[in-house]
C-alpha cells in the first residue's frame, strides 16, 4: 500500500498520477486486470467529504499494463479544488464492494492557480 505523500498537483492544470504495485512474497507485478472495479477518493480536510472521485469504470483510472494503475483528472475537475492537503484513498475489488483490497492511503498537496 501507498502510504508516503503524493507529488504536489496544481488546481489549474491535468493531475496524474502512475502508481506500480509488486507482490510482497515475489516481487511479481499485481495483474489488476482482474479487478474491475478500481476507486480513488479525495477528501476535504475540513469537512472531511469526497470532493472528487476517480474510477476505472468511467475511465478515469486505467491499467495498462500489470502491476501499473494510472489515475488521470482535467482541468475541469482540478478546478473545483481550493488550496490545501487532501486525503487520498485507492482500493480496489472484483464482486463484493465491502470486500476491498485497500491500494493507497496518502495525502495531497495542491497547489492553487496563480491568478487567484
Not at 509488486?22 to 470532493?51: G, Q, W
Request: proline share 8%.
Amino acid at each position: 500500500m501507498i502510504r508516503d505523500p503524493l507529488r504536489p498537483a496544481p488546481n489549474f492544470g491535468v493531475w496524474e498520477v502512475i502508481c506500480e504495485y509488486n507482490d510482497v512474497e515475489d516481487n511479481s507485478m499485481i495483474d489488476f486486470s482482474t479487478y474491475p472495479n478500481i476507486l480513488v477518493e479525495i477528501e476535504d480536510p475540513f469537512t472531511r467529504a469526497i470532493v472528487m472521485s476517480l474510477n476505472k469504470t468511467r475511465g478515469d483510472v486505467t491499467t495498462p499494463a500489470p502491476g501499473i494503475i494510472i489515475w488521470r483528472a482535467g482541468h475541469g475537475r482540478m478546478s473545483g479544488l481550493r488550496w490545501g492537503t487532501y486525503h487520498v484513498r485507492m482500493s480496489a475489488w472484483q464482486d463484493d464492494p465491502d470486500d476491498r483490497l485497500p491500494l493507497m492511503d496518502s495525502s495531497v498537496s495542491i497547489i492553487g492557480d496563480r491568478h487567484q
